[in-house]
């Protein structure tokens, strides 16, 4: 529930009282009761001992649903904490910035993998070498004679085999900006998500242009053009300066 949706929630419970109140009550009881499931989980990972007892409790974790949006937003709170601890917090945010990352990393395995390759691809944004390699291992088609014809919606279409279809990049991207700019973010927040997202999508749509056919590249630019079109003098100063030379 975004912080809207809990005003409104809050303001009918102290307008009509009773059953509402009942309601508030059990919410917040279930969000105290989910974050210190998040704070037990927290504490089991960091008495792993080893880096591989670690790895395999966060796999563990996130098959069996124990490690969830509560434990993230724990593990993020420890996160903050242990950067504004100064020298002596060094080594708890390294090993909690690795669970983070491990976390994140196991999450995206069991979402839907265009989701999964958009949020990859917003942790490389300022390493176009690796985003870009990154995109053309997950958007390249298989060989013309591997592809197979498919239903979608009732419509034949052609599967081309690839790891995440372009289509479902754009559709991503498009969904996940959706929610950045209505969940009440700062606008500074949405406008560099947007900047960023935009950085990829261009990316992206060089690799489709040279893996598929005039009327892929055409749905795929379609169906962004809606998206960024509106916002595109705005987004001028969220463009993040160029990325230094990398290394051979």
């Known amino acids: 529930m975004n912080n809207e949706g809990l005003s409104l929630v809050l303001q009918r419970a102290e307008s009509e009282g009773g059953a509402w109140a009942e309601v508030l009550e059990g919410l917040q009881k279930m969000t105290e009761e989910a974050m210190e499931r998040g704070k037990g989980t927290l504490e089991e990972l960091l008495k792993s001992g080893e880096i591989n007892v670690l790895d395999r409790k966060i796999v563990e974790g996130v098959k069996k649903g124990g490690i969830d949006p ?3 937003q724990v593990l993020e709170m ?8 100064g020298s002596g917090s ?9 669970i983070y990352t491990r976390v994140q990393e196991e999450m995206e395995k069991v979402v839907d993998p265009a989701v999964g390759l958009l949020h990859r691809l917003l942790r490389q944004v300022e390493q176009p070498g690796i985003r870009n390699n990154i995109l053309e291992k997950y958007l390249k088609p298989k060989p013309e004679d591997e592809w197979e014809m498919t239903f979608v919606d009732g419509d034949m ?6 790891d995440v279809d372009p289509l479902k990049l754009s559709a991503a991207m498009s969904t996940y900006l959706g929610r950045i700019r209505d969940e009440g973010f700062d606008e500074d927040v949405v406008g560099q998500t947007y900047a960023d997202c935009r ?3 261009k990316d992206a749509r ?19 053009t809606p998206v960024f ?7 001028e100063k969220y463009e993040r300066p160029p990325a230094p030379p990398e290394d051979d």
């Not at 060094?90 to 690795?98: D, P």
């Not at 060089?206 to 962004?224: A, C, G, H, N, R």
């Open 90 to 98: 060094e080594m708890s945010l390294q090993i909690l910035s690795h």
């Open 157 to 162: 279409v052609t599967d081309f085999g690839a």
């Open 78 to 85: 420890n996160i903050a904490a242990a950067e504004e601890g």
């Open 229 to 235: 079109q509106p916002v595109l003098k705005t987004l």
């Open 70 to 72: 509560a434990f993230v």
């Open 199 to 201: 950085v990829i999508a």
């Open 206 to 224: 060089v690799w489709v242009e040279q893996f598929y056919d005039e009327e892929m590249l055409d749905d795929y630019t379609e169906s962004l």
